[in-house]
């Protein structure tokens, strides 16, 4: 038997309906900076305002990704992470009070290796709300979106400044949950994110969709944040929170200060 | 001479498919240029002024076609008649120019200023940066350190092009990891470059390009074969790491059903995972570096380590139509291990006066294994020269 969640689309509503600002989504890789650190960080995330949380499981390949997360995926791995111990970990964020929405992000060959379904089950099982994979395009995902339906996933879909008009609409036809804007050509942690190829990436997908767009890779400066209000309706902070948790004696404290600063 | 320039032009398969195989699986980013490079690559095809070109610099600038040599001494020792296909005489010594030379031909019509590669023998990125110099264009190859110290000699050539050799630290520092960087980069630098994959891997349309390009070995072999042996070859062999010297080979055979078409990949030093390359043989389906292939992974999907004495095929993937004549059974995929590869380096150099790439040693040993046994013509790719390897087998000591 498979528990239906009650709220299949909360990753949707949870950004739908914010204010000016943009919500400030969080981005932390299981495992890291130790393998026991993900559940502490998570609540962290949350006590500083987060209203969505993404967590990365690592993977030993991940081409959308720049040097700082490479480099805690590959700590994360060396230390034992795994996609079952990542879901473990999400459960037991839950367990201690986690609320807000979770999107893992993660790549497409750990996911087939444990099985689209038995992946899309686990992750419901454990509380996750959504998935966000780089290396699956528009083109591959029927099968696993037929498994996030089922389960109450959200799947998100990603567009670029490359992606031309028609495509961004179907991306977002095909998402469950946000569309991802990437900031610009690039991978993550890229030196400038967002600026004007940002901007008009942001504008032309408004123009194409009503869903909530959510703007990623390289942002790490609150003045960015605040300058993307009425264009993005949430803005991922991932390589910057992990340095800051690396560096810290308390990753937890840490990830608290950082966030509670890039959210107010 | 006349040379036509041989290519076996097939339409794109339909989704990038082979079968289970292929597909697409990459960043957003750089979906819009995979769509443009498949058209650019079709219309090309179809184009006689483009081919001609192709054609006249495979013939008087990289030395096609290459030929097929009866090796006597060899044929003796094997105990059944074994033909060469000798892509080592290419020029930058191997296959690599087939493909390096077809795809900046393309990048230069889609009018891309700036190339990147990955590299892990040193022979693609050479090939590569090669063709940059002949067309003028910037060229940055990607390579793992570990790769650097072993192809050294590949490095400074390369950078006597005026190439930019990247040294990539990640990972395992091989093949594997300058592939992603590779495609790092050219996520990041998609509107002004193109990426020269080296390999019949990656996502759609490489695979197809790649194979097409290379389909000029098969297509040429094919021809020598009935007019010098007087027959098609009962086997075909082909060394196998991503699998671009053995797909262009097999290409030209796999309509005939008579010919038995072989795979040879590194066993390196066992079967343990880490200890081998061997990905269609004992890796399992699994998607790297775009395409869904076969793949050395763990129970967790992370991409395995690997190991081969040679660089080019210490890679835990292969081409997606390897996987798809796998499951067919149309070929078949065999292997040698780092020991019996050396021993055919020496062998080779000491009975035929050619010193193969280690690489294409992990081919011929299949045939001096199976000669006894095979009534042939056997017919070898080999893929490359050795003279890259020599700091390797020199360092494994004398001949046993």
């Not at chain 1, 959504?130 to 996030?148: F, H, I, Q, T, V």
């Not at chain 2, 079709?42 to 990289?62: G, H, I, K, T």
């Not at chain 2, 197809?208 to 020598?224: D, F, H, M, N």
């Not at chain 2, 890679?315 to 067919?328: C, D, K, N, T």
Request: hydrophobic share 45%; with cysteine; aromatic share 4%.
């Amino acid at each position: 038997m498979t528990e239906v969640r009650e709220l299949p689309n909360r990753v949707r509503s949870v950004l739908q309906g914010g204010g000016a600002a943009p919500h400030l989504v969080p981005y932390l890789m299981a495992g890291f900076p130790k393998l026991a650190d993900t559940v502490g960080l998570l609540l962290a995330a949350e006590a500083a305002g987060a209203t969505l949380v993404e967590l990365g499981i690592p993977y030993s390949d991940p081409l959308a990704d720049g040097p700082t997360i490479q480099a805690a995926g590959q700590r994360a791995l060396a230390q034992g992470m795994t996609v079952r111990l990542a879901l473990e970990q999400v459960a037991e964020a839950r367990a201690a009070g986690l609320q807000i929405p979770l999107v893992v992000m993660t790549y497409l060959n750990p996911v087939l290796r444990m099985g689209l379904m038995e992946f899309a089950e686990r992750a419901a099982r454990s509380g996750v709300d959504g998935l966000l994979l780089p290396d699956l395009p528009l083109e591959e995902m029927a099968e696993l979106s037929s498994s996030a339906a089922e389960f109450g996933l959200a799947l998100n879909t990603m567009v670029a400044p490359t992606t031309p008009d028609q495509r961004i609409v179907r991306a977002a036809q095909v998402s469950s949950g946000f569309l991802y804007c990437v900031s610009r050509t690039g991978v993550t942690g890229s030196k400038s994110g967002g600026g004007d190829e940002a901007t008009s990436l942001l504008t032309r997908s408004r123009a194409l969709t009503p869903i909530p767009l959510a703007l990623g890779f390289g942002v790490r400066r609150r003045q960015q944040i605040q300058e993307l209000a009425g264009l993005a309706d949430a803005v991922v902070v991932g390589s910057l929170l992990l340095e800051v948790a690396d560096a810290a004696p308390d990753p937890a404290v840490a990830i608290f200060e950082a966030v509670s600063a890039l959210a107010a | 001479m006349n040379y036509p320039g041989r290519l076996l032009i097939t339409p794109p398969p339909p989704g990038g498919r082979y079968g289970a195989f292929g597909g697409t699986y990459v960043p957003e980013t750089v979906m819009p240029a995979l769509v443009e490079l498949a058209d650019e690559a079709r219309v090309a095809f179809a184009d006689s002024e483009f081919l001609s070109e192709l054609a006249e610099l495979q013939r008087d600038y990289a030395g096609r076609p290459t030929p097929i040599y009866r090796a006597a001494r060899l044929s003796a020792h094997a105990g059944t008649e074994v033909w060469l296909k000798r892509e080592d005489l290419l020029h930058t010594g191997a296959h690599k120019l087939n493909n390096a030379l077809g795809q900046l031909l393309l990048a230069r019509r889609m009018g891309k200023r700036r190339i990147v590669a990955e590299t892990g023998a040193g022979q693609h990125g050479l090939a590569t940066a090669t063709a940059c110099a002949l067309l003028g264009l910037p060229c940055v190859v990607f390579m793992g350190s570990e790769d650097m110290r072993r192809q050294a000699v590949n490095v400074a050539k390369m950078e006597l092009l005026g190439a930019r050799v990247e040294a990539v630290e990640s990972g395992s520092r091989t093949l594997k990891d300058a592939t992603s960087e590779a495609i790092r980069d050219w996520v990041t630098n998609v509107r002004d470059t193109h990426y020269v994959i080296g390999s019949a891997v990656g996502p759609h349309p490489y695979p197809w390009l790649v194979r097409t390009l290379q389909s000029v070995i098969g297509v040429e072999a094919r021809q020598q074969m009935l007019e010098q042996a007087g027959s098609l070859p009962a086997v075909v062999v082909a060394c196998v790491g991503g699998g671009s010297n053995a797909i262009g080979m097999f290409a030209g055979f796999l309509d005939d059903p008579m010919v038995r078409l072989v795979g040879v990949e590194a066993g390196g030093r066992g079967r343990a995972q880490g200890e081998h390359g061997a990905s269609l043989s004992l890796g399992s389906p699994g998607v790297l570096h775009g395409a869904n292939s076969f793949l050395l992974q763990d129970e967790d999907g992370q991409v395995a380590a690997t190991h081969s004495i040679s660089a080019g095929l210490d890679y835990p993937g292969v081409g997606p139509e390897h996987a798809m004549l796998r499951e067919s059974g149309r070929a078949e995929y065999a292997i040698v291990d780092d020991v019996g590869a050396l021993e055919t380096f020496h062998l080779l150099s000491e009975l035929e006066g050619i010193i193969p790439a280690l690489e294409s040693a992990h081919a011929i040993r299949w045939a001096v294994e199976h000669g006894p046994s095979e009534p042939g013509p056997i017919l070898v790719c080999l893929s490359g020269r050795g003279d890259k390897d020599l700091d390797t087998v020199l360092a494994a000591g004398p001949p046993p």
